[in-house]
């Protein structure tokens, strides 16, 4: 069985807009971090566990496992992109004032070393570049339990204003 043992039980689902807009982006992003807010269902694929948020600065943990191979036995390059998208993403979210969301506009990827299922949990940071009103820049790392670097990224993400009564 490849069930991750240290993930605690999460509800997904998706926070109304206007409850989203409603809080500040650090407020959001913890609130789904403690269980307070469901956490987005593409988070199932990772189960992400021991999450903290700061303004501007995300830190999360999750474990690859066998469900996430490619045909050549190594972990999904797809695993890392979730991991480090949703870092950089929540990152810009939690420097973001209340009633501002956010889309990512493009990112960029590079895979230092392979994971399997032997790898053991792994840390995905993310931090911001710069917060606009208008564009946001950041950064993500996932790293092993001994520091070593598996994957960055960089992405810039458009900031916008959230329409209200959506």
Known sequence: MDDNPVAPQVEYGVTPTEVMASMSGLEF?????????????????V?????????????????????HYNPIGSVHG?????????AMGLAVHSALPAGT???TLEFKISFIRGMTKDT???????????????????????????GRLLAHATTT??????????
């Open 47 to 67: 189960e992400p566990f021991d999450s903290t948020a700061e303004k501007g600065h995300v830190v999360f943990y999750s474990v690859p496992g066998f469900r």
């Open 78 to 86: 797809g695993y890392a992109a979730i991991l480090l998208d949703s």
């Open 101 to 103: 969301g956010y889309t």
């Open 120 to 146: 053991g949990p792994v840390r995905s940071e993310g931090k911001t570049l710069n917060v606009g009103r208008r564009a946001a820049t950041a950064e993500a790392r996932i790293t092993d339990a001994k």
């Open 29 to 45: 992003v913890r609130g789904i971090f403690d269980g307070k807010l469901p956490a987005p269902p593409i988070m199932q694929n």
């Open 157 to 166: 993400c458009l900031v916008f204003e959230i329409p209200k009564g959506t």
